[in-house]
């Protein structure tokens, strides 16, 4: 066969990879790491429902309850806000608490989003500041905190 400039083609062949080789060797990677991703599942599913329970039982502990972070600027207006309602809130920092990373992912799993601050009042998830800040301005949060016990006015 003629190509314009060339005599010939270089028909040199290649050898193909062996199939089996190959279907051996991506078996065996997917095989190792999906045992590999299994366990992390385990673990965290493990750790985050140990921290569930954790969680669960500090919320129950107090009328209000905040998981929060001390460098966060939404946790501390809302500690704030509470104080100013005259509650003194349970304050769980998750950043200078040795389980904290742990108990934000449980955090998440509940549905926080963002992980803080996430209140508790009379041991329900409320929610996140926005959720808090809802209450605030349709005027449910005061009644709220009556009903868990928080307030007496």
């Not at 005599?7 to 045992?35: G, V």
């Not at 299994?38 to 998981?67: H, N, P, W, Y």
């Not at 329900?124 to 007496?152: C, E, F, P, Y």
Request: net charge positive; glycine share 6%.
């Amino acid at each position: 066969m003629q190509v314009h400039g060339s005599s010939s083609f270089n028909t040199t062949r290649h050898p193909k990879p062996s199939t089996s080789k190959l279907h051996n060797q991506l078996s065996l990677f997917w095989h190792s790491n999906i045992s590999v991703l299994l366990l992390i599942a385990l673990r965290t599913l493990v750790l985050c429902g140990s921290e569930m329970d954790r969680i669960a039982r500090l919320a129950s502990q107090k009328a209000v309850v905040i998981f929060s972070k001390s460098s966060c600027c939404m946790s501390h207006a809302i500690k704030r806000l509470f104080y100013e309602h005259g509650v003194s809130p349970m304050i769980i920092e998750l950043d200078e608490n040795s389980r904290g990373r742990e108990m934000e992912l449980a955090l998440i799993r509940l549905g926080c989003s963002p992980s803080v601050p996430a209140v508790f009042i009379g041991g329900r998830l409320v929610g996140n500041a926005n959720a808090v800040l809802t209450l605030q301005v349709n005027g449910s949060l005061k009644k709220m905190l009556k009903d868990a016990g928080a307030i007496w006015l």
